[in-house]
T-cell receptor, first 114, second 113 residues
Framework: GENVEQHPSTLSVQEGDSAVIKCTYSDSASNYFPWYKQELGKGPQLIID?????GEKKDQRIAVTLNKTAKHFSLHITETQPEDSAVYFC?????????????FGGGTRLMVKP | EAGVAQSPRYKIIEKRQSVAFWCNPISGHATLYWYQQILGQGPKLLIQFQNNGVVDDSQLPKDRFSAERLKGVDSTLKIQPAKLEDSAVYLC???????????FGQGTRLTVV
């Protein structure tokens, strides 16, 4: 089955700096890669996703890049703000007839210091 | 648009007791998922429904866990009997269809003592 590794497990940045979180996956058939933000006591919230036919996607301060050959994808957050502090999860799935069964990474706790 | 609703928010039970969680997906969402999130880890898929049929339950510990989705809308997840290692947050998610993004509820935090 799919295995997703995520690094780093914790990341501390100064407000205004950029943050980068990296994930690798094992199943070359995976074609859908979402990122979720989880705040304390809440469920994961989808913040951006990318499909395997696209190499990069951007939405305001966040961007995701995908390297299918190397089987890794990354989340980039620019101009970080204190409200970006949360746990971020990457995930991978084979989006198709079997549905969208996500395999999650272990999470990255991002702390943005004012 | 209302999100995925789950209840209860918190539950504390003794080991060997039974417990049930309820999920109401986003209106019109045909696909429903249950995930288990142990503290400090990413969510792990337990079961996926498409309407009222099971698509995948390969990671559901069927000796103690069961789930149903009657009428293809609400779903319940049951644990009987509970073990200490079942302490976790149980997340329900739904998606419009099998090719679309999943949205999560706030989860039910279960503590087994």
């Amino acid at each position: 089955g799919e295995n997703v590794e995520q690094h780093p497990s914790t990341l501390s940045v100064q407000e205004g700096d950029s943050a980068v979180i990296k994930c690798t996956y094992s199943d070359s058939a995976s074609n859908y890669f979402p990122w979720y933000k989880q705040e304390l006591g809440k469920g994961p919230q989808l913040i951006i996703d990318i499909r395997s036919n696209v190499g990069e996607k951007k939405d305001q301060r966040i961007a995701v890049t995908l390297n299918k050959t190397a089987k890794h994808f990354s989340l980039h957050i620019t101009e970080t703000q204190p409200e970006d502090s949360a746990v971020y999860f990457c995930a991978a799935s084979i989006l198709g007839n079997a549905g969208n069964m996500l395999t999650f990474g272990g999470g990255t706790r991002l702390m943005v210091k004012p | 648009e209302a999100g995925v609703a789950q209840s209860p928010r918190y539950k504390i039970i003794e080991k060997r007791q039974s417990v049930a969680f309820w999920c109401n997906p986003i209106s019109g969402h045909a696909t429903l998922y249950w995930y288990q999130q142990i503290l400090g880890q990413g969510p792990k898929l337990l079961i996926q429904f498409q309407n009222n049929g099971v698509v995948d339950d390969s990671q559901l510990p069927k000796d103690r866990f069961s789930a149903e989705r009657l009428k293809g809308v609400d779903s319940t997840l049951k644990i009987q009997p509970a073990k200490l290692e079942d302490s976790a947050v149980y997340l329900c998610a739904s998606s419009l269809g099998i090719y679309t993004e999943a949205f999560f509820g706030q989860g039910t935090r279960l503590t087994v003592v």
